[in-house]
Every structure is written in C-alpha cells, then in structure tokens.
C-alpha cells in the first residue's frame, strides 16, 4: 500500500507544479470547495481564486506552494456566532512561522523530577499514536505504588487523577485509551485540555506539582501520509540543491510544530528512526 501511495503522488507532481497552485497537506475540522461542494482533502490542488468553505470558526488547511512554501488557511471571522464561512484562498494565506530543531525540550530519559518540565514542555505536548513511552532511569528516580505520579485533568467539571507506573524495563506509559476512559465514559482527549503531572508520596502523605502541558494526539497513519506528501512535494519542487537526510528531517520536526503543536525532539528523532521510507532519498 505504502508503494502504490508514493507512486501516485510522483505522478501528480511530475504532470504540473504550477506557481499560484496550492496543494493541500493536512485538514483540520470540515472545509468544502464551493465550487464543487466536495470535501477538501489531502492531495487537493486548490489556487488563489479557488472558494472555501469552513464548517466551523475552528477549522484550518495546512497548504503547500512552490514560491510561499508552507501556508494554514484559517477563516477570518467577526464573531463566534458564525457556523459557516466562505473565503477565497488569497486572501486567507498565512505563512508557518519556521521551527529549528534544537535540544531544549530534554534529553529523552527521564533522571530526576526536575526533568519532566522540560521533557513535556509547558505548552503542547504532542504525542504521535496512541502511546508514548518515556525512559526512566530507575537507579536515580524510584517509582512504586507509595511514590507513584498522576496525569490530572478536569472534564466537564470531574477532575480526574490516573496513576502513572513506569514498565519493568522503565518505561513511562501515556497511553490515551488508558488515561481518558472513565467510570462516567469515555473522554473526548482531542478537545483542548491541560493536563498536571503530580508526584505524590502516599508514605508522606505529601504532593509535587511536576508540570503542565496540553497533549495532543495525533493519528500516526494520517501524520506518515502527510510527511510523506511534504517528502515528495519538496524534492519533485526543490531546484537549487538536493534535499539530505538531516534537512529532510527538519523539515518533518519543522511541520509538526507548525501544525500539531510542540513535540519533544528526542520522542520525535526516536520515531522517525524507525519510519525509514521518510528518510530515504528519492
């Protein structure tokens, strides 16, 4: 399947990249193309003078275009009370603000408790997948059923308190399935929300605040085909100077900011180790 999906998209950029043509990588909520009253998705080749029509004041479309590079098309709008929105791309065009790829948000293994801040940051904190599992060293930071951490969050007025163990081989698990099922049902984890990370010592009958963040889990079968569009897109469009992996891979770190929110870079190198077809070069 993966083959066939590279194969297409070779085919759609080696008939035409013309410059005032937009090609859709990433949609948010539900956006129509007025003209056709189709759904907006990737792959889409869409222009300037082309209509849109945003479903709710939320939704967004993430677009590439060989001369402005990465754009979000978001609906301009006066009030909340407005449900739906039509527009024309030109005028909704704003250029992704760049993310370098830097060590600031921790080393990837967890040593202390002043670590988890700058592990999970103090923003978003994206997740691709279901799970995430964190490195623990267990000689430095002990965790057991009197000294355990708690992923804390509140929805529709419960607070909710989940205990966090790390694995035998000293993994930390954040899986969502897990975290947002509850004895009221089953918690919607896309809708915006903060997260605390406590520590409590239930010995000591004491508690540490550890963090904030705002996790955000993203579809790892929808974040693969999106990279691999924008793998294509930039080197079939690239005329000054062959694309590496070390570029190739700022450029994935580089989308994901800009589009999900922020992500631990070390999780992220992890993860795109392992998806090899993303790094090899065409």
């Given at each position: 399947m993966r083959k066939i999906f590279i194969v297409s998209f070779f085919l759609l950029f080696t008939i035409s990249t013309q410059a005032q043509d937009y090609y859709v990588?990433?949609?948010?909520?539900?956006?129509?193309?007025?003209?056709?009253?189709?759904?907006?998705?990737?792959?889409?080749?869409i222009t300037g003078n082309s209509e849109v029509i945003f479903k709710s004041t939320d939704a967004k479309v993430v677009v590439l275009n060989k001369e402005k590079g990465r754009?979000?098309?978001q609906p301009k709008v006066n009030t909340e009370?407005?449900?739906?929105?039509?527009?024309?791309?030109?005028?909704?065009?704003?250029?992704?603000?760049k993310s370098i790829r830097m060590s600031t948000r921790g080393e990837g293994v967890i040593e202390s408790f002043s670590d988890f801040k700058p592990y999970f940051g103090e923003s978003t904190f994206v997740v691709i997948g279901d799970e995430i599992l964190i490195p623990i060293n267990k000689e430095k930071l002990s965790l057991d059923?009197?000294?355990?951490?708690?992923?804390?969050?509140?929805?529709?007025?419960?607070?909710?308190?989940?205990?966090?163990?790390?694995?035998?081989h000293g993994l930390l698990s954040i899986h969502k399935d897990k975290l947002y099922n509850h004895k009221n049902g089953v918690f919607n984890h896309e809708e915006p929300?903060?997260?605390?990370?406590?520590?409590?010592?239930?010995?000591?009958?004491?508690?540490?605040?550890?963090?904030s963040f705002n996790p955000v889990f993203v579809s790892d079968k929808q974040l693969l085909s999106e990279l691999q569009y924008l793998k294509t897109f930039l080197v079939e469009t690239n005329e000054e100077k062959p694309f590496?992996?070390?570029?190739?891979?700022?450029?994935?770190?580089?989308?994901?900011?800009?589009?999900?929110?922020k992500i631990n870079q070390s999780y992220f190198e992890k993860w795109l180790?392992?998806?090899?077809?993303?790094?090899?070069?065409?």
């Open positions: 990588l990433h949609v948010k909520g539900v956006v129509l193309d007025k003209e056709s009253g189709k759904s907006i998705s990737i792959g889409d080749r754009a979000i098309l009370a407005e449900s739906e929105i039509a527009q024309f791309v030109k005028n909704m065009f704003v250029p992704m603000k059923h009197n000294q355990f951490l708690v992923y804390r969050y509140e929805k529709d007025g419960t607070r909710v308190n989940k205990k966090l163990h790390p694995h035998h929300h903060t997260v605390d990370l406590y520590f409590f010592d239930k010995k000591k009958n004491t508690s540490k605040k550890l963090t590496t992996k070390e570029l190739l891979t700022d450029e994935y770190y580089d989308y994901i900011v800009g589009t999900y929110g180790e392992k998806e090899t077809e993303l790094l090899e070069l065409l």
